[in-house]
């Protein structure tokens, strides 16, 4: 039950769409690209799916769609954003820029942002910095749907880190991941299909190990990337903390259960910290380091290496980061993007609204 | 069979120790401060029961009591350090200076180093930038002891990632994590107890699954973090690439599976790529981006909230990134440290080599 759309269609659409909830035509721009790169990555969650979402969250005053982004705190190689409640669509590549400015100068740039909202994937604002040569960095706090280790509240998004770094000939390196054992967006295609979710993935509202894909709709909660303390769960935790404190507690946003939730029917946290939410970014001159010709060469040597290491009987090949997302993306630009049923709906719904044909 | 020793007697036995095979009495104190770091953090497989693998590496030739360091790159923000084949326990604590002297002046300071050797605990390094109202970060590649996602090479070190973060009230917020499921020393303790490891650490040499700890002596590995694919360690994966890229691409060290081993008798890899084991440091500054008044009352808010988190029924509390290293610190700096009977037959052969007195 899907039906397919060129990438071209799918970013007029939302283009026009953020138009019509106020955004200048150079923010929709740039907005519909970042959402979109989602569904180009095959990242579906996190794509035009979310589309509604954005447009509800404005519609519900969370969202400003004219923000007056700016800097409050800066050194030479540091900046604070303060984001206006805009889309985080809007605010990350602003302050993604500020952070390749700054490396651009000094060798790196760190950009702390607060009083934003969701930023989509985080790979499409961490490969902005490739293009500069450069490494790129980007993460997001978010909503709290992880429980640390032992905890039975849910206490942490699943606050992504993204690190892409430039190579020669081969394509670039690019990690991109939840810290936790499975990103939401896959528990999403469970409850679907009605399918269970693997041991290790959630747990219950007593804290007690599940396999029931609805669990979180009842108190349960994700896992910290390990699964349990026995896989290094306190790591995953660790790390899940790192992104919250980075993003938030630096920049002045909301952290931990603090932190607004993305669907506008989900009511606000109570004696809030800070102001929205808060991502943080990052870019590292490569050479700043050591000639980026040099820093190239060694990059393929390492990725050369790894893929073709030899494989448990049965896998094709060792993967780089990075390298499905890349494939998905070459195929869809081809081929096209399909959209489940319920996607293309949504999505007639908000253009009968709007007056905008998809 | 333990055998219990103040931190005064290891740390000037140690010092002595390294004074015998010619570090000047600076280096000697700096290296004995982080080598015995880790024994009083309860990290007992990187303390002193490395040290005669740290005197071995010396006697092979493969480390450089009396190194002379250098910047070989640098900008405002960043630089490149050549450790002339010193003991990392002497090279680390020279790079972070570095990266803490340019986050004084610039906001933040990047490191990456080449040319090194096994540099103890990651938390020693990190936490000395807390000292100054900053973030310390420090990472370390080391020889390959891991598999990729679908690899039955071993390609990766356990490539540890440490995170500590300044607050008020509260102590220091410490993350310190090997990127893969179990650290390498839980799995020596194993072969010491003669108990089999939980599934999810290692693999054998096909690639399957294994619970023999004794499995990286016959061409088996570790396992990344998430253990495996379904599991997320493709995640581990990607984080333990990334400290390899930064700490040695970066820098021009060796990666991958090049990095040269920590015993003395293992051979050194062919067609080395670069020079030594590789490090990465980096220290941010807290009021380049907030008062950092302001920052430590909301990483005490933090700490407080998810200390008090409610828990899974039999579990104590939900602990705060470095709490058991401290605990454990104040409980041994008190009561000494225990060292098992092996590890003390070790010390006293090297303290006769040397006609130092244990």
Same mark, same amino acid.
């Given at each position: 039950m899907v039906k397919v759309f060129s990438y071209g269609e799918l970013l007029k659409f939302t283009q026009l769409v953020f138009e019509k909830i106020g955004c200048s035509e150079q923010d929709a721009s740039a907005a519909a690209k970042v959402l979109i790169s989602a569904d180009l990555r095959g990242i579906d969650s996190h794509g035009i799916a979310r589309l509604t979402g954005y447009v509800r969250l404005w519609e519900a005053g969370r969202a400003n769609a004219r923000p007056q982004m700016k800097v409050v705190h800066e050194t030479l190689s540091t900046a604070v954003v303060d984001g206006d409640s805009g889309l985080g669509l809007v605010v990350a590549p602003f302050a993604m820029n500020i952070a390749i400015e700054k490396a651009a100068k000094v060798g790196t740039g760190w950009v702390s942002v607060f009083n934003s909202n969701h930023f989509g994937i985080a790979a499409y604002h961490a490969l902005k910095a490739v293009e500069q040569d450069m490494i790129g960095i980007a993460m997001t706090n978010a909503s709290a749907l992880v429980a640390p @280790?032992?905890?039975?509240?849910? !206490? !942490? $998004? @699943?606050?992504p880190i993204c690190v892409a770094i430039p190579s020669g000939e081969e394509p670039a390196f690019v990690a991109d991941l939840a810290t936790t054992t499975a990103a939401n967006g896959k528990l999403e295609i469970l409850q679907r299909t009605g399918e269970l979710a693997p041991a290790g993935w959630i747990q219950d509202k007593y804290g007690n190990a599940s396999t029931d894909p609805h669990e979180l709709k009842s108190g349960g909660a994700l896992l910290p990337l390990g699964g349990d303390r026995e896989h290094g769960s306190h790591k995953g935790y660790a790390l899940g903390s790192v992104v919250d404190i980075f993003s938030a507690v630096l920049s002045g946003a909301n952290y931990g259960p603090w932190v607004p939730p993305f669907p506008a029917y989900v009511a606000m946290p109570e004696q809030?910290? $800070?102001?929205g939410i808060g991502h943080f970014f990052g870019a590292m001159r490569i050479d700043a380091f050591r000639k980026a010709d040099d820093f190239k060469q060694h990059m393929d040597r390492w990725i050369r290496r790894f893929r073709s290491a030899k494989t448990v009987a049965g896998e094709h090949k060792v993967l780089i980061p990075g390298d499905p997302e890349r494939e998905m993306e070459n195929e869809r630009l081809n081929n096209g993007i399909p959209l489940l049923h319920g996607v293309v709906e949504d999505l007639n719904n908000l253009g009968e609204k709007f007056g905008i044909l998809l």
């Open positions: @280790t032992f905890s039975v509240e849910r !206490l !942490l $998004g @699943t606050n809030m910290p $800070g102001k």
